[in-house]
């Protein structure tokens, strides 16, 4: 099980995008040429593996649930792991009680309902990017908070069980990607999104995504909070529409061609190599 999109907009809503310790708004300012940045993290009190902090004291099936997640800044999100001796399960469950009371004392305005709307700081593209490389995607992975995806119809079964298989990944991989850590993990994870996207490539088919940049509104907060959400849809190269920067139908060079062929085959014995 995993934290669903509906339980984030839970957490966040109920924390009014504050860290329940230090109750700093968790998103600092951007700049004229970067975006605002995001340090809060969803918190389990109770740690969802066996090793982590304050773990074994809640059913499997309740611990990725609102109640057992607290919205936290870096720096505390770390203390609290680092701290289990003070930070109890206890007593993070009345810091979360206080902050949510704290939060609802600020106005006296009924909260009206939640809602994604478009971010007016983002134009929203039309088109999607073609990824053939693991990092690219990972990047993008790291970015967002949810994903979204499309996949063709009518797909024999073992296309559509590679598609599925690598959709899931994604999901799998959006859920831990704020826990991996260590230039290993990382790499890793590049490396496994680009070897499907190569089998996806060598089975004909292209992986095209973007970045809707989204805002969650409405709530008990009285500022929007940044949703950027990861759109994958995986098509058929034969029934593509690929343009370029600017919108023009794009026909690849020959060489372009024998270039993205040769990576392919590299890619193919590699895994080959692998298994032998």
Same mark, same amino acid.
């Given at each position: 099980?995993? @934290?669903?999109?509906?339980?984030?907009?839970?957490?966040?809503?109920?924390?009014?995008?504050?860290?329940?310790?230090?109750?700093?708004?968790?998103?600092?300012?951007?700049?004229?040429?970067?975006?605002?940045?995001?340090?809060?993290?969803?918190?389990?009190?109770?740690?969802?593996?066996? *090793?982590?902090?304050?773990? $074994?004291?809640?059913?499997?099936?309740?611990?990725?649930?609102?109640?057992? !997640?607290?919205? !936290?800044?870096?720096?505390?999100?770390?203390?609290?792991?680092?701290?289990?001796?003070? %930070?109890?399960?206890?007593? !993070?469950?009345?810091?979360?009680? &206080?902050?949510?009371?704290?939060?609802?004392?600020? $106005?006296?305005?009924?909260?009206?309902?939640?809602?994604?709307?478009?971010?007016?700081? %983002?134009?929203?593209?039309?088109? !999607?990017?073609? @990824?053939?490389?693991?990092? @690219?995607?990972?990047?993008?992975?790291?970015?967002?908070?949810?994903?979204? %995806?499309?996949?063709?119809?009518?797909?024999?079964?073992?296309?559509?069980?590679?598609?599925?298989?690598? /959709?899931?990944?994604?999901?799998? %991989?959006?859920?831990?990607?704020?826990?991996?850590?260590?230039?290993?993990?990382?790499?890793?994870?590049?490396? &496994?999104? *680009? +070897?499907?996207?190569?089998? /996806?490539?060598? +089975? $004909?088919?292209?992986? $095209?995504?973007?970045?809707?940049?989204?805002?969650?509104?409405?709530?008990?907060?009285?500022?929007? &909070?940044?949703?950027?959400? /990861?759109?994958?849809?995986?098509?058929?190269?034969?029934?593509?529409?690929? @343009?370029?920067?600017?919108?023009?139908?794009?026909?690849?060079?020959?060489?372009?061609?024998?270039? /993205?062929?040769?990576?392919?085959?590299?890619?193919?014995?590699? +895994?080959?190599?692998?298994?032998?």
């Amino acid at each position: 099980m995993a @934290v669903s999109e509906k339980t984030r907009k839970i957490i966040w809503v109920e924390a009014g995008g504050r860290c329940a310790i230090c109750r700093r708004q968790v998103l600092t300012e951007g700049t004229e040429t970067d975006d605002p940045s995001i340090f809060g993290e969803e918190a389990h009190i109770v740690a969802r593996s066996s *090793g982590g902090p304050r773990a $074994g004291a809640l059913a499997a099936d309740k611990l990725d649930s609102h109640e057992n !997640l607290i919205l !936290l800044c870096s720096e505390h999100h770390k203390r609290v792991d680092d701290q289990p001796n003070h %930070y109890t399960i206890e007593r !993070l469950r009345v810091l979360k009680q &206080t902050h949510r009371e704290w939060i609802n004392s600020l $106005g006296t305005e009924e909260p009206g309902p939640t809602r994604l709307v478009p971010d007016p700081n %983002y134009p929203q593209s039309k088109h !999607l990017k073609i @990824v053939f490389r693991g990092h @690219v995607l990972w990047a993008m992975i790291k970015e967002v908070v949810a994903f979204e %995806y499309a996949l063709p119809d009518h797909l024999g079964d073992e296309d559509e069980d590679l598609i599925v298989e690598f /959709l899931d990944l994604v999901k799998d %991989y959006l859920d831990i990607a704020e826990d991996l850590d260590s230039v290993r993990e990382q790499r890793d994870a590049e490396k &496994t999104l *680009g +070897r499907y996207v190569s089998r /996806l490539a060598e +089975r $004909g088919f292209f992986v $095209g995504t973007s970045i809707r940049h989204m805002l969650l509104a409405g709530g008990i907060s009285k500022e929007a &909070t940044p949703w950027p959400i /990861l759109t994958i849809e995986v098509q058929p190269s034969s029934v593509a529409s690929v @343009v370029d920067r600017d919108g023009n139908p794009w026909q690849p060079a020959a060489e372009d061609v024998e270039q /993205l062929n040769k990576q392919l085959a590299e890619e193919s014995a590699r +895994r080959a190599a692998g298994h032998a």
